[in-house]
């Protein structure tokens, strides 16, 4: 069993910035693998935002290139999500989600999220 713990959202300006994080912990011993940021706006379905890999690769919505950077501390299983520029249509309530390993199987967690409200 693994638990996710997000920190960081709020309310922030439009060209505003903050910086989510998702902690990751458990009784087992784990593997972190794939990590994902996603978020889900009001009357929208859930999208993923971006990812980043247990190499290190990442990816990004379209939507948020260039504003938002995700990264992880391996050493604290722990990722971020820098988002600068803030748009008003990045309003949603953001949930990490881990692929992690244990004994040999994968399995998937998700954080119980996080609002960001952004006022035009």
């Known amino acids: 069993q693994v638990q996710l713990v997000e920190s960081g959202g709020g309310s922030v300006q439009a060209g505003g910035s903050l910086r989510l994080s998702c902690a990751a912990s458990?009784?087992?011993?784990?593997?972190?693998?794939?990590i994902g940021w996603y978020r889900q706006g009001l009357g929208y379905q859930r999208e993923l935002v971006a990812g980043i890999s247990s190499d290190g690769s990442t990816k990004y919505a379209d939507s948020v290139k260039g504003r938002f950077t995700i990264s992880r501390d391996k050493a604290e299983n722990t990722v971020h999500l820098q988002m600068n520029s803030l748009k008003p249509e990045d309003t949603a309530v953001y949930y990490c989600?881990?692929?992690?390993?244990?004994?040999?199987?994968?399995?998937?967690?998700w954080g119980q999220g996080t609002q960001v409200t952004v006022s035009s």
């Open positions: 458990g009784r087992s011993t784990f593997s972190i693998k794939d």
């Open positions: 989600k881990h692929i992690v390993e244990i004994t040999g199987l994968h399995y998937q967690y």
